[in-house]
């Protein structure tokens, strides 16, 4: 995914919208220009509106579709497109320790892991968390991140011509 540097200017409304994946249904919340704010599952749906509506006040997220563009990305990436995620841009409002980090995961390879220690070395900012190489880190739950870990592993092997049928 792609992060739009600079000035975030508030948005001025926030859309949730439902896409079923293989691994449940998640929750895409956009602003007003098409750009994702957020990206959850539908079991952390009070969460995550309870997220959008600190972030953003006095918004709330209102049900509405996300760009079709968006929507097709995400039906690409877990039809086994990788790059297919790099299209879709995002803002997302935090520390700028976090921002840093958000726009930093693209880098890592598909399919590889990264401790949250060793990233933050790699920002300069290696006191900021802890790490004993454990699988952790992920709000949608380790089922969820080992199944993303073993798609992007697979779908990465077949790139490169390494599956064999």
Known sequence: MKALNGHDESPRLLRIDRI????????LVTD?????????????????VRQMRQTYAPLTPAVGAAPAAMRQAFADYFAGSLEALDTIAWRAAGTPFQL?????????RAGQTQSYGELARRLGNPKSVGADGSLTGYGGGLERKRWLLRHEAAASAADQGQLFG
């Open 32 to 48: 007003d220009a098409g750009r994702l704010r957020a990206l959850d599952w539908s079991e952390k749906e009070a969460r995550l």
């Open 20 to 27: 079923a994946t293989p691994i449940g249904e998640a929750l």
């Open 100 to 108: 840093a980090v958000w726009t930093a995961l693209p880098a890592i």
